[in-house]
């Protein structure tokens, strides 16, 4: 069976504004153009596989309960635009959490490759092949470690992150101003690829 590529997206800071440990649907705002760059992702064939770190579970600032409510809730918000994530992966552990449950140093934590692993394995997906857009120097460090092309949008910490990558060395393979840029670029990058394989 073939292989699928995909779109990992970080959620918080890439999909909508980070405003901490957000534990209700409230609070998570998100960016207008995510809606079309997800709807882009679909039609182009890939899948949309947000992978974040959700460290404030194993902080004591929302249960997985809630978490799993608010990504049911994002998901709904996105399938009433015509938008569709294949999968939603979270990493709940917290080193220093008072709750043995999640108190570990994990593989699941980005920039830690377990997340895409799990995905990679439920879902049949070539991990070379895919891409990784966030926002923080992890998602950046995770695209690497899982061999995908690491692509930062400048909302939520970009900024910051961009200076760090660039004092450490580690340049994504492209920067945009948000999602929807990022999901063009890919766009645009892959039928440029195609054509070039099919001698255009």
């Known amino acids: 069976m073939k292989k699928k590529r995909a779109v990992f997206l970080d959620r918080d800071g890439t999909i ?9 649907f409230k609070q998570i705002n998100i960016y207008p153009s995510s809606f079309e ?3 882009k992702i679909n039609k182009a064939g ?3 596989v947000i992978m974040t770190n959700q460290s404030g579970i194993g902080r004591g600032f929302i249960t997985e309960e809630e978490l799993q409510v608010i990504h049911q809730k994002i998901a709904a918000a996105f399938a009433q635009q015509k938008a569709y994530f294949d999968g939603i992966y979270f990493c709940p552990h917290y080193p220093l959490s008072s709750a ?6 994990c593989s699941c ?3 830690n490759p377990g997340l895409a692993l799990q995905a990679a394995s ?3 997906i070539d991990l070379e092949g895919s891409y990784m857009i966030g926002d923080k120097v992890e998602d950046m460090l995770f695209g690497r470690n899982i061999k995908a092309s690491p692509v930062l949008v400048l ?19 492209f920067v945009a101003q948000n999602l929807l840029e990022a999901v063009d670029w890919i766009l645009k990058k892959e039928k440029i690829e195609l054509a070039i394989f099919e001698g255009y």
Do not use: C, M, W
């Open 16 to 24: 909508n504004e980070d405003v901490g440990y957000p534990n209700h």
């Open 37 to 39: 760059a997800v709807r």
């Open 46 to 48: 890939f899948l949309a």
């Open 100 to 105: 043995p449950l999640y108190r570990k140093d």
């Open 109 to 111: 934590r980005k920039p």
């Open 122 to 124: 439920e879902l049949n």
């Open 155 to 173: 909302t939520g910490f970009g900024q910051k992150s961009l200076s760090e990558l660039k004092q450490r060395g580690i340049p994504p393979v």
